[in-house]
Antibody, heavy 121, light 106 residues
């Protein structure tokens, strides 16, 4: 069974940094592109970042560019997210999502269960 | 940036009724559009990809149509477990999502 499990700090101070991990199992992790997506409380979904299977290709959303770093350790079947200079606007549920490659393009499937990160003093 | 506008924001229906959800893109995304279902406290789940293809395990009552800028998700007969929020998403360049349509019990 494919599983993605997020973990990390759930309460972070404004101005600080968050570092999240996503542990993958049930598939050959290095063969899949991965993403981070977040959801502010009561709001919609916002894609944050993409990383290729090898880690050589990375994309970031303009909304967080300059503050965000995505990385992966294929030996540990793990995906990481670091987000710096946090504000209350960064509060939300953070999901890791695998890219599922079709004949045409990629879609997010499956998703982890998500981790709620609260930015507050 | 391609903006996806979903309508209506909320759809109030009874079990057994037909649900029709709309997603309009600010410019053509060809057929590169997906629909996700999200229930409270859960992660989104892929329902439809490439505008009209059902993902693995998705019941036949879910169908998608459209291309270019106008897309529709149809649930032919609502089951109790279908009451949720539905998001469209494109992958034409970098991914963006619509703001969601909540299907609630009337």
């Amino acid at each position: 069974e494919v599983q993605l499990v997020e973990s990390g700090e759930t309460l972070v101070q404004p101005g600080g940094s968050l570092r999240l991990s996503c542990a993958a199992s049930g598939f050959i992790f290095s063969s899949y592109e991965m993403n981070w997506v977040r959801q502010a409380p009561g709001k919609g979904l916002e894609w944050l970042s993409y990383i290729s299977g090898s880690g050589d290709t990375i994309y970031y959303a303009d909304s967080v560019k300059g503050r965000i770093t995505i990385s992966r350790d294929n030996a540990k079947n793990s995906l990481y997210l670091q987000l710096n200079s946090l504000t209350t606007e960064d509060t939300g549920v953070y999901y890791c999502a695998r890219d599922w490659v079709t004949d045409t393009t990629n879609w997010f499937d499956p998703w982890g269960q998500g981790i709620l990160v609260t930015v507050s003093s | 940036e391609i903006v996806l506008a979903q309508s209506p924001a909320t759809l109030s229906l009874s079990p057994g009724e037909r649900a029709t959800l709309s997603c309009r893109a600010s410019q053509s995304v060809s057929k590169y559009l997906a629909w996700y279902q999200q229930k409270p406290g859960q992660a989104p789940r892929l329902l439809i990809y490439d505008a009209s293809k059902r993902a693995t395990g998705i019941p036949a009552r879910f169908s998608g149509s459209g291309s270019g800028t106008d897309f529709t998700l149809t649930i032919s007969s609502l089951e109790p477990e279908d009451f949720a929020v539905y998001y469209c998403q494109h992958r034409y360049n970098w991914p963006t999502f619509g703001q969601g349509t909540k299907v609630e019990v009337k």
